[in-house]
C-alpha cells in the first residue's frame, strides 16, 4: 500500500481564504518535506520538519510523528499559490525520498 | 549559494536510441546525488542514488542506468529508449553530513518525450 498519502488529491480555492492539505504516513518516519511544483515542473522545497511546526508566511506546516501524519495550511491563498502541493518523507536506508501523490491546488480569483 | 543545473532542458528521441541526461551542482562538495522520474500528472519516484564518486545504487531499474564520474556530476543514460521512460526527471541533492534524513533540493529537471 501506499506509504505516503496526501489529500485531497485536488482543491479549488476561491482568492483570500484559507485551506489545509494532509499528509498521512504508514510507515514511522523522522522528517517530512513539502514541495511545491509550479507548471514547467520546477520543485520549490517549502518546509522541511522534525516533529513541530514551522511557519513561513501564510504558509504554516506541522508534522505530528506519534499519530503519523503532516498538514501544510495556506491562509489567504494568492493566485501565485496555485500548482501541485507534495509532501515526501525518507522511507528506508536508501537515502530514498517517498512522495505522496499529491494536490493539485487552483486558486480563483 | 548551491546551485544545481541539469541539460538538456527537453529531449524528443525516438524509441530504441540512447539516452544520456546530466545533473552538476556547484557549491556544494562531496554532496549525495539523486536521480528522480516522474510520469506526466504523478508523482516522484526515486531511481538511483550515490553519496560519492563512482558509487550508485540502484533503487528502481527502469531499464536506466546511472554513475557518477565526478563529484559534482550526476549521469542518467540507456542504451535503448522504451516508450515508457518518457517523463521528467529531476536531479536532486542533499548534504553527506546531514545522513539518510537530510533535506533534498532539486534542479530544474529535464522534460523527455519518447516518440
Known amino acids: 500500500g501506499d506509504q505516503v498519502k496526501q489529500s485531497p488529491s485536488a482543491l479549488s480555492l476561491q482568492e483570500g481564504t484559507n485551506s489545509a492539505l494532509r499528509c498521512n504516513f504508514s510507515?514511522?518516519?523522522?522528517?517530512v518535506q513539502w514541495f511545491l511544483q509550479n507548471p514547467r515542473g520546477s520543485l520549490m522545497n517549502l518546509f522541511y520538519?522534525?516533529?513541530g511546526t514551522k511557519e513561513n508566511g501564510r504558509l504554516k506546516s506541522t508534522f505530528n510523528s506519534k499519530e503519523s501524519y503532516s498538514t501544510l495550511h495556506i491562509r489567504d491563498a494568492q493566485l501565485e499559490d496555485s500548482g501541485t502541493y507534495f509532501c515526501?518523507?525518507?522511507?528506508?536506508?536508501?537515502?530514498?525520498?517517498?512522495f505522496g501523490q499529491g494536490t493539485v491546488l487552483s486558486v480563483i480569483p | 549559494a548551491q546551485t544545481i543545473h541539469q541539460w538538456p532542458v527537453a529531449e524528443i528521441k525516438a524509441v530504441g536510441s540512447p539516452l544520456s541526461l546530466g545533473c552538476t551542482i556547484k557549491?556544494?562538495?562531496?554532496?549525495?546525488l539523486y536521480w528522480y522520474w516522474q510520469a506526466t500528472g504523478g508523482t516522484l519516484q526515486q531511481l538511483f542514488y550515490?553519496?560519492?564518486?563512482?558509487?550508485v545504487e540502484s533503487v528502481v531499474q527502469l531499464n536506466l542506468s546511472a554513475s557518477r564520474p565526478k563529484d559534482d556530476q550526476f549521469i542518467l543514460s540507456t542504451e535503448k529508449l522504451l516508450l515508457s521512460h518518457s517523463g521528467f526527471y529531476l536531479c536532486?541533492?542533499?548534504?553527506?553530513?546531514?545522513?539518510?534524513?537530510?533535506?533534498?533540493?532539486f534542479g530544474p529537471g529535464t522534460r523527455l518525450t519518447v516518440l
Open positions: 536532486a541533492w542533499s548534504s553527506r553530513d546531514w545522513g539518510n534524513y537530510a533535506e533534498q533540493f
Open positions: 510507515i514511522a518516519t523522522t522528517t
Open positions: 520538519l522534525v516533529p
Open positions: 515526501a518523507a525518507p522511507t528506508g536506508g536508501n537515502n530514498k525520498l517517498t
Open positions: 557549491g556544494k562538495s562531496s554532496p549525495n
Open positions: 550515490s553519496i560519492t564518486v563512482g558509487q
